[in-house]
């Protein structure tokens, strides 16, 4: 199996570019540029229970969150991020052999996690426009037996495209569990968690990384219907969620005023940056509803300008991956960044 790529850590990025990390414009992994809540740092410090294990159950955080997201804490289940979330549904639901059906160009987590479980990926690729290919998937998923999960994201990423109504309807009429996964829902707005109360093959997944600004200290969670919910309970690790995080997490719930402040911020400056990109002849942008742009790099090697970005301290996103060898990917960061990163391009010949 190919190993997921992550991200290189910002000391390590520091060190190589020989840069100092305050003069490193960090856009390459959709980090929230402006942090977590103050709240966050003072509850940590606050904290006296470190030397506890934390409640098996996250009771707190899921009765927080079920004042966040509208559903009752008993469909609620916290995880050590989204990603541990992932892998526990694919481990509840295939054996070796069985089926997922992924919807690249995507989140590669999918992908990694079905086949460390011995699952089989079945890729039905996106449209030109990374829109979701339904009819194949319908028609795919009707003629095969061993097919027991999809992923969905929205917005996706990379691209930052919404699936609609009708299309998640679609989805939920096959015989799979379909896993929307919304971890750039704050940015977007119109979450689906509600309609696992009307739809007992649907499970949703969220986060705290990008829009709490707590991607460091790993906080997800996941809206299950209660049969699922049973059976994840049992094979879940007992402390999944730590201290650390759970405190950070509910300090985040706590001042959503200034955490919605920053999300404004973001969106407001995901228009900027889309328009400016428009500008330039050798970037084709797309629409994005998530805290990042993707756009297509035309007359150019778009891995040769990832690199000539970085040895000016601007790192973003690039995909050595079918589909997408001609983009990359930025976050979007505070209007000083994108000031930086602009004139920068604007030097490129």
């Known amino acids: 199996m190919a190993p997921y790529t992550p991200i290189v850590p910002?000391?390590?990025?520091?060190?190589?570019?020989?840069?100092?990390?305050?003069?490193?414009?960090?856009?390459?992994?959709?980090?929230?540029?402006?942090?977590p809540s103050p709240r966050v740092s003072q509850a940590l410090a606050e904290e006296t229970y470190y030397h506890i294990y934390p409640d098996p159950d996250s009771t707190?955080?899921?009765?927080?969150?079920?004042?966040?997201?509208?559903?009752?804490?008993?469909?609620?289940?916290?995880?050590?991020?989204?990603?541990?979330?992932?892998?526990?549904?694919?481990?509840?639901?295939?054996?070796?052999?069985?089926?997922?059906?992924?919807?690249?160009?995507?989140?590669?987590?999918?992908?990694?996690?079905?086949?460390?479980?011995g699952g089989k990926i079945i890729d039905?690729?996106?449209?030109?426009?990374?829109?979701?290919?339904?009819?194949?998937?319908?028609?795919?998923?009707?003629?095969?037996?061993?097919?027991?999960?999809?992923?969905?994201?929205?917005?996706n990423?990379?691209?930052?495209?919404?699936l609609d109504d009708a299309c998640l309807r679609q989805l939920l009429q096959l015989p799979l569990i379909v896993v929307l996964d919304e971890a750039y829902i704050e940015f977007a707005g119109g979450s689906r968690a509600n309609w696992v109360l009307a739809h007992e093959n649907l499970i949703v997944l969220r986060t705290f990384s990008k829009w709490a600004g707590l991607a460091g200290l790993?906080?997800?969670?996941?809206?299950?219907?209660?049969?699922?919910?049973?059976?994840?309970?049992?094979i879940k690790q007992p402390y999944n969620v730590n201290v650390?995080?759970?405190?950070?997490?509910?300090?985040?719930?706590s001042d959503l005023h200034q955490l919605q402040l920053n999300v404004q911020k973001i969106v407001k400056e995901r228009e900027r940056l889309y328009h400016a990109l428009e500008a330039f002849d050798f970037l084709q942008p797309y629409?994005?509803?998530?805290?990042?742009?993707?756009?297509?790099?035309?007359?150019?090697?778009?891995?040769?300008?990832?690199?000539?970005?970085?040895?000016?301290?601007?790192l973003i996103r690039y995909f050595d991956t079918s589909g997408l060898r001609d983009h990359i990917r930025i976050s979007v960061g505070t209007p000083t960044q994108t000031s930086v990163l602009l004139e920068t391009l604007s030097t490129i010949e």
């Open 10 to 35: 910002f000391d390590v990025l520091s060190q190589r570019l020989n840069i100092a990390p305050e003069n490193i414009i960090k856009l390459d992994a959709n980090e929230n540029p402006y942090g």
């Open 60 to 117: 707190l955080l899921r009765d927080a969150l079920s004042a966040y997201v509208g559903v009752d804490p008993t469909h609620i289940v916290a995880g050590h991020g989204a990603d541990e979330l992932i892998d526990l549904i694919i481990r509840l639901f295939i054996v070796q052999g069985d089926a997922v059906i992924n919807c690249p160009p995507t989140f590669g987590m999918y992908r990694f996690d079905t086949e460390l479980n």
């Open 124 to 155: 039905i690729a996106r449209h030109e426009d990374f829109s979701l290919d339904t009819e194949s998937i319908v028609s795919f998923a009707g003629n095969a037996g061993n097919i027991k999960l999809i992923f969905v994201t929205s917005p």
């Open 157 to 162: 990423n990379p691209d930052g495209g919404t």
């Open 218 to 234: 790993r906080v997800g969670y996941g809206i299950f219907p209660h049969w699922i919910r049973s059976h994840l309970l049992k």
């Open 244 to 253: 650390a995080g759970t405190t950070a997490a509910l300090a985040s719930l």
């Open 287 to 314: 629409p994005s509803k998530a805290n990042f742009i993707l756009a297509r790099v035309i007359g150019k090697d778009a891995a040769e300008l990832k690199a000539a970005l970085a040895k000016d301290g601007i």
